[in-house]
Each structure stands twice: as structure tokens, then as C-alpha cells.
């Protein structure tokens, strides 16, 4: 009966996803309709990455499949997981098993963790999934799902929903600089968990944690007054994405580390805080292009083909003073 109702509701989700993807495909340019082989993502890709960013589990774990082998996208297995842990933590149990499987395998970008793998499995089993069933026995009905999922180098806990404040005030301004209010919403959440209040050991301040170089560059003088912060960050954001010619990833790495590091080494700088952290926004904001006004800045004319950057990011344990823009 347990293994049924599953299956009604994955029919359904399905069902579901697939009314919603119909539509967002309608409204995507058919320009975008074929794969750019630098890396630029297909108007199906577009429209999961909607999905996913709303929350549809659906979505998140048919996005993490394309990731993990490179279906239509630049393969990205550490982004793969996370997508498949987010989907997991909905209790979706396909997403569960593959996240299980990922961590017992321990391949490619992922590292092995044998523990965390049978975990994952027994709860997939124990939510209805066929395959982690022939591979472990169920969890207990009264178990929690495991606590730990994403990789170490890229977890930094569970994604919570931003405040209705913070939401109302991002959607109504982001439009204003041009900017994907999902995309801010994405740079706050690993920037300051949206806390107005935070400062970093770097002196980096408020929701968009802005240093004191950048609050003046851009016109900031309270930097813990939410609007300001907002405004600022919008503002670096904005021609970030200029400069880099809607490059998101390139555009997050230079927030990190700064623009200049990016240009110097050509894409995303060896530096382990600056890798994790691109890798943590694209876990929220998968969508790698994002429109942007050539007007505001004249672009660093790096090469289109490091839009995959985040596939290339290195695993290993290079070391590297990580510059706070």
C-alpha cells in the first residue's frame, strides 16, 4: 500500500512538472531552443531551473540528473548532489537513492562516505524507492532523514525560506538593477543567511555583507539599514554581470574574491572559500546566464567557453588567501 501511494504521488508530481514545464517552455525564446556547446543551457534546462528554484522536488531531481552526466549541461556532479539532496529533504525517494548511491560510490567530484551513503539508501527504501529497497533493508517509520547530505566542502545546512520582509523588498527592487530576484535571494542566503545584522571577520557587513571598500564604491553609508544594503549589493551585482558578460558564474566569483582575481587567473580563482562559495549559490540559483546591460560597464572580454567553470572547479586542497572582494 506504502510503495502505492509513492507511486501515485511521483505519477502526480510528474504530472505536475510536466503542466508547469510545458508552460514555462512557451515563454522561453526559441532562440534558446537548441544546446550552445559553450555551455549556455537549452530551453528545457531553463525551464527545471524555474522549477527547481520554487521548490519543485520533481524539478530539482531532473535537473541533478542532467548535472550528473552531463545531460544537456557541463557535467557538475558536487552541483548534481546537492540538487538530489535538496529533492531528498522533500522526501522524494528517487532523489534520496541517488544521493545515497552518489555518497556510497563515492566518484568524481563527490567524496566517499560509506555511512552517509547506506543512510540515505535506508531512507529512500523506507519512502518507497524500488532500487534502495534491493540494496538495504528500510529505515525505521519513526526515523528521521539523515542530518548530513551535501558534500563538506559544499554543505553549510539546510536552505531556509528568506523572510517575507527580505522577499518583498528583494522582488520589488531586484527588477530595478535588472537582476533575477531568485539570483539575490541565492547571494544573500550564503552571504549572511539573511541577517541584517552580521558582520564577518573580514568587516563585511549586513545582508549582501558588503566590506567597506565596495558600501563606498557603491554609495552605501548604512550599511545595516536593509534598503541600502540591498541597493548596494544590486548595484555590485549588476555590473558584475556586465563586466563578465552575464556570466553568472564568473559574476559570483568576483563578488566572493573580487573582480580582479577573476580576470587575473581568467575565471574562478584557486582559492578553496571562493570555489565553495560558487558552488553554494549554484546549489540555490542553478541557471548559469543571466541577462545584463553592456552599457554599464565595458566587459572583461574573458572567453564565453569558462562559463562551465564550476565543472572545472579543482577538488584539491590547493590553499590560497581568499580575498573578501
Same mark, same amino acid.
Given at each position: 500500500?506504502?510503495?502505492?501511494?509513492?507511486?501515485?504521488?511521483?505519477?502526480?508530481?510528474?504530472?505536475?512538472?510536466?503542466?508547469?514545464?510545458?508552460?514555462?517552455?512557451?515563454?522561453?525564446?526559441?532562440?534558446?531552443?537548441?544546446?550552445?556547446?559553450?555551455?549556455?543551457?537549452?530551453?528545457?534546462?531553463?525551464?527545471?531551473?524555474?522549477?527547481?528554484?520554487?521548490?519543485?522536488?520533481?524539478?530539482?531531481?531532473?535537473?541533478? %540528473?542532467?548535472?550528473?552526466?552531463?545531460?544537456? @549541461?557541463?557535467? $557538475? =556532479?558536487? !552541483?548534481?548532489? *546537492?540538487?538530489?539532496? &535538496? /529533492? #531528498?529533504?522533500?522526501?522524494?525517494?528517487?532523489?534520496?537513492?541517488?544521493?545515497?548511491? %552518489?555518497?556510497?560510490?563515492?566518484?568524481?567530484? @563527490?567524496?566517499? $562516505? =560509506?555511512? !552517509?551513503?547506506? *543512510?540515505?539508501?535506508? &531512507? /529512500? #527504501?523506507?519512502?518507497?524507492?524500488?532500487?534502495?529497497?534491493?540494496?538495504?533493508?528500510?529505515?525505521?517509520?519513526?526515523?528521521?532523514?539523515?542530518?548530513?547530505?551535501?558534500?563538506?566542502?559544499?554543505?553549510?545546512?539546510?536552505? &531556509?525560506?528568506?523572510?517575507?520582509?527580505?522577499?518583498?523588498?528583494?522582488?520589488?527592487?531586484?527588477?530595478?538593477?535588472?537582476?533575477?530576484?531568485?539570483?539575490?535571494?541565492?547571494?544573500?542566503?550564503?552571504?549572511?543567511?539573511?541577517?541584517?545584522?552580521?558582520?564577518?571577520?573580514?568587516?563585511?557587513?549586513?545582508?549582501?555583507?558588503?566590506?567597506?571598500?565596495?558600501?563606498?564604491?557603491?554609495?552605501?553609508?548604512?550599511?545595516?539599514?536593509?534598503?541600502?544594503?540591498?541597493?548596494?549589493?544590486?548595484?555590485?551585482?549588476?555590473?558584475?554581470?556586465?563586466?563578465?558578460?552575464?556570466?553568472?558564474?564568473?559574476?559570483?566569483?568576483?563578488?566572493?574574491?573580487?573582480?580582479?582575481?577573476?580576470?587575473?587567473?581568467?575565471?574562478?580563482?584557486?582559492?578553496?572559500?571562493?570555489?565553495?562559495?560558487?558552488?553554494?549559490?549554484?546549489?540555490?540559483?542553478?541557471?548559469?546566464?543571466?541577462?545584463?546591460?553592456?552599457?554599464?560597464?565595458?566587459?572583461?572580454?574573458?572567453?564565453?567557453?569558462?562559463?562551465?567553470?564550476?565543472?572545472?572547479l579543482s577538488l584539491s586542497s590547493r590553499s590560497g588567501?581568499?580575498?573578501?572582494?
Open positions: 500500500m506504502g510503495k502505492t501511494l509513492v507511486r501515485t504521488a511521483k505519477a502526480a508530481s510528474a504530472l505536475a512538472v510536466g503542466g508547469l514545464l510545458a508552460s514555462l517552455l512557451a515563454a522561453v525564446p526559441a532562440a534558446a531552443q537548441s544546446q550552445n556547446p559553450q555551455g549556455a543551457p537549452d530551453r528545457t534546462i531553463r525551464a527545471l531551473e524555474a522549477l527547481a528554484n520554487k521548490g519543485s522536488a520533481r524539478a530539482q531531481y531532473e535537473l541533478a %540528473m542532467r548535472y550528473e552526466v552531463g545531460k544537456g @549541461v557541463n557535467r $557538475d =556532479e558536487r !552541483l548534481a548532489l *546537492s540538487l538530489y539532496c &535538496r /529533492a #531528498a529533504r522533500q522526501d522524494y525517494p528517487e532523489a534520496a537513492y541517488r544521493a545515497g548511491r %552518489m555518497h556510497l560510490a563515492g566518484r568524481g567530484a @563527490v567524496s566517499k $562516505d =560509506e555511512e !552517509l551513503g547506506r *543512510s540515505w539508501l535506508r &531512507r /529512500a #527504501a523506507l519512502l518507497g524507492s524500488e532500487d534502495a529497497t534491493q540494496m538495504v533493508k528500510p529505515a525505521s517509520a519513526k526515523s528521521k532523514a539523515p542530518d548530513r547530505c551535501e558534500p563538506p566542502s559544499v554543505r553549510w545546512g539546510v536552505i &531556509r525560506m528568506p523572510p517575507k520582509e527580505i522577499r518583498a523588498m528583494v522582488t520589488k527592487m531586484a527588477p530595478t538593477y535588472g537582476l533575477d530576484p531568485e539570483l539575490v535571494l541565492a547571494v544573500i542566503a550564503v552571504e549572511s543567511g539573511y541577517r541584517v545584522d552580521v558582520v564577518s571577520e573580514k568587516n563585511a557587513m549586513g545582508l549582501m555583507q558588503l566590506i567597506p571598500e565596495t558600501a563606498e564604491r557603491f554609495g552605501v553609508t548604512k550599511p545595516f539599514d536593509p534598503e541600502q544594503n540591498l541597493r548596494g549589493g544590486m548595484k555590485y551585482l549588476r555590473w558584475l554581470l556586465a563586466y563578465f558578460d552575464g556570466n553568472v558564474t564568473l559574476a559570483l566569483a568576483g563578488y566572493n574574491a573580487g573582480e580582479g582575481a577573476v580576470v587575473q587567473y581568467k575565471g574562478v580563482p584557486p582559492y578553496r572559500e571562493t570555489q565553495d562559495y560558487v558552488v553554494k549559490v549554484h546549489s540555490v540559483y542553478p541557471r548559469r546566464v543571466h541577462p545584463h546591460d553592456p552599457g554599464v560597464v565595458r566587459s572583461a572580454g574573458l572567453p564565453a567557453a569558462r562559463q562551465e567553470e564550476v565543472a572545472e588567501a581568499s580575498a573578501k572582494r
